[in-house]
Nanobody, 114 residues
Framework: QVQLVESGGGLVQVGGSVRLSCAAS????????MSWYRQAPGKQRGLVAT???????SYADSVKGRFTISRDNAKNTVFLQMNSLKPEDTAVYYCKPTGVSVGWGQGTQVTVSS
């Protein structure tokens, strides 16, 4: 059974940085695209960034140039480096693999204060 454990969130000031991690217990992690999503209070969950098995990345327009997704296949972990944070980045952040039937993890809260 696939398990996803997100970590690294916290309270950060506007303009600050935080690095999120997601550990995935998957046998085929290295061949799966992985994505980060976020859900702000009162809003639907939305896609933030995706990294393919070969390292190709894509980002939501709202985070381009500020966030960087990366992965460590040896550790079955995907990261999200978040820089130049804004109050509108406040959300619970989740990771999920593509093409795998798995529920959401517990997420990790990021709160950006002004």
């Amino acid at each position: 059974q696939v398990q996803l454990v997100e970590s690294g969130g916290g309270l950060v000031q506007v303009g600050g940085s935080v690095r999120l991690s997601c550990a995935a217990s998957m046998r085929d992690f290295s061949v799966r695209a992985m994505s980060w999503y976020r859900q702000a209070p009162g809003k639907q969950r939305g896609l933030v960034a995706t990294i393919g098995s070969g390292g190709t990345t894509s980002y939501a327009d709202s985070v381009k140039g500020r966030f960087t997704i990366s992965r460590d296949n040896a550790k079955n972990t995907v990261f999200l480096q978040m820089n130049s944070l804004k109050p509108e980045d406040t959300a619970v952040y989740y990771c999920k693999p593509t093409g795998v039937s798995v529920g959401w993890g517990q997420g990790t809260q990021v709160t950006v204060s002004s």
